[in-house]
């Protein structure tokens, strides 16, 4: 369940173990958060990529060939765990002697309604992708980890101010994406902070920080807004069914099993630790392993 690396790499090491396999993604592509990445990817072992897309062209590439089946663009409705039966919407039903569960994580949302309103008209959704939108405008970041760090780095480069809303003092990113956020001189901090409106009329125009100093919240106008607070794990269809932890993270045992037996989680959703695409597809191999040598026998 998931088309993202690790789905495919399950998919790739079913066929690998001459083990029948469907692969089931919802939307309408497979390679989950790879068309989100839009810098260069150096890091995974043996390939390189100008950006996810290119990579997820390859992954796709070696599904091609593949005894696997795929159903790309329809959601799973209903997920027995116990019997192993996946259920789309429409009705179509897969039955198995195992589940791996590849449903990685989205981006946590500050649950305000101009997060919706406002995308595309001033909230962005890459700070990579979107660069040259920043162009002398002013942008406000929220967040306080790498990817909020290392944005604000990227887009003070063409932005005329950056503004990072941190909800706390510390900051979880690299210390070195701080002290260079420090040295730019368009670059200001808002620390025990937090955005509590986004407004605007056609345009995002404006957004409203409430700090823990202040009484009363501060209006900052602004073009563009940036949020870039974490991500959550895709594990509402398995609530109460897999043991998770207090973040709601699949969790597993050192053979991507979880606790449901012949049931096994791949990739971020059940690793918050390590977050990456070599992890994902590693995992993934893991649990198809395992399910050869102790679930299937």
């Not at 027995?80 to 569960?101: E, H, Q, V, Y």
């Not at 309103?117 to 929220?142: C, D, N, P, Q």
């Not at 191999?285 to 026998?297: D, E, F, P, Y």
């Amino acid at each position: 369940i998931g088309g993202g690396p690790s789905g495919m790499s399950a998919a790739v090491w079913c066929s690998e173990m001459g083990l029948s396999a469907v692969l089931i993604e919802r939307e309408d592509d497979l390679g989950g958060q790879l068309g989100m990445i839009h810098n260069r990817i150096k890091n995974y072992l043996g390939l390189e990529a100008v950006n996810g897309c290119e990579m997820k062209q390859s992954f796709v590439g070696s599904l091609e060939g593949l005894n696997i089946e795929r159903s790309v663009g329809i959601a799973v409705e209903h997920l027995d765990l116990g019997r192993k039966i996946a259920t789309l919407a429409g009705g179509r039903t897969f039955a198995g002697n195992s589940l791996i569960l590849a449903t990685g994580v989205r981006r946590r949302r500050l649950g305000l309604s101009g997060e919706t309103e406002f995308h595309g008209r001033g909230l962005l959704s890459s700070g990579v992708g979107e660069k040259l939108a920043a162009t002398g405008k002013t942008v406000v970041i929220v967040g306080g980890g790498d990817a909020a760090l290392e944005n604000a780095l990227l887009l003070s480069e063409v932005a005329s101010n950056v503004i990072i809303v941190h909800r706390r003092t510390h900051f979880s990113a690299r210390r070195e994406f701080v002290g260079e956020a420090l040295r730019r001189p368009n670059i200001k901090f808002l620390t025990e902070s937090s955005v509590t409106s986004i407004d605007g009329n056609e345009q995002l125009a404006s957004v409203r920080v409430h700090s823990g100093s202040e009484t009363a919240d501060s209006i900052i106008s602004t073009d563009l807004l940036l949020i870039r607070i974490g991500v959550i794990p895709n594990t509402e269809l398995f609530a109460g069914k897999v043991e998770m932890d207090e973040h709601g993270y699949i969790v597993v045992d050192a053979r991507a099993a979880t606790s449901m037996p012949g049931v096994f989680a791949v990739g971020d959703v059940a690793n918050p630790c390590s977050p990456t695409i070599s992890t994902a597809t590693g995992t993934a191999a893991t649990a198809v392993k395992s399910i050869l040598t102790t679930h299937l026998g």
